[in-house]
């Protein structure tokens, strides 16, 4: 009988044992997931160089174990932006065009923001910035001495923010190149002259 009764409270602990670890695991699973301390979240880190954070995507699925990976409609899986091919440093004379590209990758699409020694493209005049779902450049038509410097390229989707960066350097023009030039301006303006005169006096014979 008292072997009976030390197997029965063996067993009855065991039973306590496996429910509480049952709880633990349901209660676990219950918690929503949480970035450990001093690390954001994949939303949190896709900020924009102001520091604001970056806009929901709607349809965005974030997920619910650290097994799952994030998706978004479609079924699609979602990666973070990645430069395909980085942009490269340039050098050109004052006056003449230059053209920055780059290719990237990522899911949702990502946002392509370009800076010039650190002043969004928008507000520097003279520049041109056109995007497609893989590529961006960025086109100065006409370079000017205050284009000299760095150039920046910077893309973000919620997953995260990456950038590459490259030198511009404007040279400045040769003064002989400047006085020729001039000279081939004044030899045009004086053909175009030429021909307008001989046009009018055509037009007085008739």
């Not at 063996?10 to 699973?29: N, V």
């Amino acid at each position: 009988l008292l072997d009976e009764e030390i197997r029965w409270k063996l067993q009855r602990l065991r039973e306590a044992k496996r429910a509480a670890q049952r709880r633990k695991q349901e209660s676990l699973m219950s918690m929503p997931q949480r970035s450990p301390p001093g690390k954001p979240s994949p939303i949190e880190a896709a900020a924009t160089t102001d520091g604001s954070k970056s806009p929901a995507v709607k349809g965005y699925c974030k997920p619910k174990a650290k097994r799952e990976r994030w998706q978004i409609p479609g079924g699609l899986l979602a990666c973070p932006p990645l430069f395909v091919q980085e942009i490269k440093p340039q050098e050109a004379v004052e006056g003449h065009s230059c053209t920055f590209s780059c290719l990237f990758h990522g899911r949702p699409q990502p946002t392509v923001t370009w800076y010039n020694n650190g002043k969004p493209v928008g507000s520097v005049r003279g520049t041109a910035v056109h995007t497609t779902e893989c590529r961006s450049t960025l086109t100065f038509p006409y370079l000017l001495s205050q284009h000299s410097g760095t150039v920046t390229c910077v893309i973000f989707n919620p997953l995260g923010t990456v950038s590459t960066s490259a030198a511009l350097y404007v040279r400045q023009q040769m003064p002989a190149y400047q006085g020729m030039k001039r000279k081939v301006e004044k030899k045009r303006n004086k053909e175009t002259e030429e021909e307008k005169m001989k046009m009018e006096e055509e037009r007085e014979k008739e």
